[in-house]
C-alpha cells in the first residue's frame, strides 16, 4: 500500500499541496486547485507503485469535472478538503491503516455527492 511507503517529506508535500488547494479554492481558481488536488492524490498513488491507478483516479475526477463544470463555491470541495486534512491528521499520528481507509473513502463520499447533484435535482 502506498501509505506505508510514504516518508515525513511526503507528509509535508501533501499539507503543501493541501494548503494550495484550499488558497486557490477560497480565491476561486479552480484549475489551480484541481492541480493542487491532483497532486495531493498523486503523492498517494504514486508511494504505491501503482501507476495504472493514477490514470484511472484522473480520468474519473476529469470527466465529473466537465459534468459538472464545477466552481469554486460548489460544494463537492468539501469532500476532499475535509478528507486531506483527517488523511494528514491520521498520517502525522502514525495511524497509517486509518489513513488508507480515509483516502478510500473520499471516492465514497464523493461519488454519493455527486450522482445526488446528478440525479436528485431531475
Avoid: C
Avoid at 73 to 81: A, D, F, T
Wanted: aromatic share 6%; net charge negative.
Amino acid at each position: 500500500m502506498g501509505v506505508d511507503n510514504l516518508t515525513d517529506t511526503h507528509l509535508d508535500l501533501m499539507r503543501q499541496r493541501q494548503k494550495e488547494f484550499t488558497e486557490a479554492l477560497r480565491s476561486g481558481n479552480v484549475l489551480a486547485a484541481s492541480a493542487a488536488g491532483a497532486d495531493f492524490s498523486t503523492i498517494v498513488i504514486l508511494a504505491s507503485g501503482n501507476r495504472e491507478l493514477q490514470s484511472m483516479v484522473d480520468l474519473v475526477v476529469a470527466r465529473t469535472m466537465r459534468i459538472l463544470a464545477m466552481t469554486a463555491e460548489s460544494g463537492l470541495w468539501n469532500v476532499w478538503i475535509g478528507g486531506h486534512d483527517e488523511i494528514i491528521a491520521l498520517l502525522a499520528a502514525g495511524d497509517r491503516p486509518g489513513a488508507l481507509a480515509r483516502y478510500r473513502q473520499i471516492y465514497v463520499d464523493y461519488r454519493d455527492r455527486v450522482e445526488r447533484e446528478l440525479f436528485d435535482d431531475q
